[in-house]
Each structure stands twice: as structure tokens, then as C-alpha cells.
């Protein structure tokens, strides 16, 4: 019989520890799915970072993504002064300068699209806040820098950053796209937030920030895994216990993570252990429910050779199934 220890791990009654945890390196790693992987390294959710590499002394929670990163959009350039209907020497004049303000706002705009893609976030920080110095009430120019401070370990200035981007955002009040542009926007720096609170080891903001970013976000698999593996680094990492509710509600994220995406081979697993969680009595004895052993064999199917795997075939050894010896 197993039986599941306060500290989220599970055990064998003759206190022998059975290791299901995972070992996923690169643990709550923020992918920034427009540049690719702003950073690597094997960390807790609630201690990760983008340029530093700090190993659990266990194992490593599960991979968290962060959402795309925004692409600053071109500023259009007034119309052609030289055109008719005429105009007097005051307006040509406005105008052009304000053609001039247009082509250095698209310069600096080419400039940080190149550098988001570069990864180089200073260059980033530097151009978005030149763009909100020319254009403060741009929510999307907040979105970009908070990416930025996100990615250089600047999360106390990103939040407050990230704050007003989203308090503009729900200002807008005109046509149907861009109002769902905005919420889109909004749903992106809330998973900003998200990992910056993570990163403060403030695992129940990042909860309330993702689940928040879950509800505006239009294609929200990846922040339901960014839940599914925040409420596992909570049970297993932070040593937290979760009552019924949130376990329902974690399974829950991971299926909508798997819906989204079938191919998500950790959410598998980590619903597994949920699953496996949710069965514990008052004397932290668990069971393996059907369903449970599905996900850690899909798991094993679609990762044969993931860091998971000995963990996995742990779990399935317990419950009894037949599991081929790894070589």
C-alpha cells in the first residue's frame, strides 16, 4: 500500500520513499512563445529565473510556458501632405512633423520586434520605454516592457509596469476587435504577472493572476498548464496541501491543457499524480484510479524517454500494471 505523506509525496508503508516526483529540468522555464525560450534552467516555479540556473535538491517541478510575447504594430503614417486638398503652410507643417514622429516610432518599433526575437531584452526594455515616453497611453507598449523587466529579473518595477498596461487595456471601449484585442493583451500580461510572481515565490497571486489570465485569453492552453504546474510545485516543492477543491481544480487545468494541446506529454503525468492525490484518506493511504493509470501510460507513450519515465513506471509498478524495465 502506498501512502501519501503530508509533504505531497508519495510512500510505501514500510517508509521506504517511492520516487514519483518528476525530474523535468528547466521547471517553470519562461518560454516566450513568440522568441523561443527567453531562458533556461532547472528551478522550482516559485524560484525560477531567465538567466540563472538553480537545481531543486530533489528533482525539478514541471515546465511552466509563458504566453507569446506581443508584436509591437507599425504606426501609419498621416496622409501625404503634397496631396490634395490643400492645405495651408500651418497644417503641412503639423503634418510632417508628425510623419517624422510616425517613421521614428516605426524605426524604434522594427528595432524591438528584432531584438524581442534576439531575446535581447535590454534592447527591448530601452525601446518600449522610448515608445511610451512618445505614446503613454499605448497598453501594448506596457505589454512589451513588462516582457522585458519579466526576462531581466526586474519583476518589482514589471508588476507595477504590467498594472497600468492592463488598466489601460480595460479602458478601451471601442469596435468589437479592438476590445478583443485588448482582453487578449490583458490575458498576456497577466501571465506576465503570473511568472513574475513565481518568481517572488508568491505561488497563490500567481494562481489568482493565471486563472484570471484563463478567463480573457482566447486560446488559454498554455495557461492552464502554467496552473496545472503551479498547483504541482505548490503540493510537491512548497509542501502545501491541497484540499479537494483545489485538486479538482488542478486536474481540471491540466485537462483543459490537454484539450488544447494533446501532444502537452507532462500534463499527462502531473494529472496522473493529482488524480492518484485526490484518492488519499485521512491517513494519507491513495489508491490508483483507472483513470490516473490512462494518464501516466499516455505520459510514457508520447515520452518514452522523458525525465519523468522512472517516476512514471514507479507509479504504474505500485498500482500493479506490467511496466518494461528501463535500459
Given at each position: ?57 530533489q ?28 492645405l ?19 524605426e524604434?518599433i ?110 488559454p ?46 500534463a ?48 504504474l ?11
Open positions: 500500500m502506498l501512502r501519501m505523506h503530508s509533504n505531497g509525496r508519495f510512500i510505501r508503508t514500510d517508509k521506504r520513499f517511492l520516487s514519483w516526483q518528476p525530474a523535468l529540468a528547466a521547471t517553470a522555464m519562461l518560454c516566450i512563445i513568440l522568441v523561443g525560450c527567453a531562458a533556461s534552467g532547472a528551478q522550482t516555479a516559485s524560484s525560477q529565473t531567465a538567466s540563472s540556473q538553480t537545481t531543486s535538491p528533482t525539478t517541478p514541471p515546465q511552466t510556458t509563458a504566453p507569446k510575447a506581443p508584436q509591437a504594430i507599425d504606426q501609419k503614417l498621416p496622409v501625404d501632405p503634397t496631396k490634395k486638398p490643400r495651408g503652410p500651418e497644417e503641412i507643417a503639423a503634418i510632417k512633423v508628425q510623419n517624422a514622429r510616425a517613421a521614428k516610432m516605426n524604434i522594427a528595432r524591438v520586434n528584432t531584438a524581442m526575437e534576439a531575446k535581447d531584452w535590454g534592447v527591448v526594455e530601452t525601446g518600449s520605454r522610448q515608445l511610451l515616453e512618445m505614446e503613454p497611453g499605448k497598453y501594448s507598449y506596457y505589454s512589451m516592457l513588462g516582457a522585458a523587466l519579466l526576462n531581466l529579473e526586474k519583476c518589482d518595477e514589471g508588476l507595477t509596469v504590467l498594472d497600468k498596461g492592463i488598466q489601460l487595456a480595460q479602458d478601451v471601449t471601442a469596435p468589437e476587435d479592438a476590445e478583443a484585442k485588448a482582453k487578449a493583451t490583458t490575458s498576456l500580461m497577466l501571465g506576465y504577472q503570473g511568472h513574475c510572481y513565481l518568481k517572488q515565490k508568491k505561488s497563490e497571486e500567481a494562481v489568482t493572476a493565471f486563472t484570471k489570465a484563463e478567463l480573457l485569453d482566447p486560446q492552453g498554455i495557461v492552464n498548464f502554467n496552473l496545472c504546474a503551479t498547483y504541482y510545485n505548490m503540493m510537491v516543492y512548497e509542501k502545501k496541501t491541497l484540499d479537494r477543491e483545489r485538486l479538482k481544480a488542478a486536474v481540471a487545468s491540466c485537462n483543459k491543457s490537454i484539450d488544447a494541446d494533446s501532444s502537452r506529454a507532462p499527462y503525468f502531473i494529472k496522473g499524480a493529482f488524480l492518484i492525490a485526490q484518492t488519499a484518506d485521512h491517513h494519507g493511504n491513495v489508491t490508483f484510479p483507472p483513470e490516473a493509470i490512462v494518464a501516466i501510460k499516455k505520459y510514457l507513450e508520447l515520452d518514452s524517454k522523458g525525465l519523468y519515465v522512472p517516476s512514471a513506471k514507479a507509479l509498478e505500485s498500482a500493479g500494471e506490467k511496466v518494461e524495465k528501463t535500459k
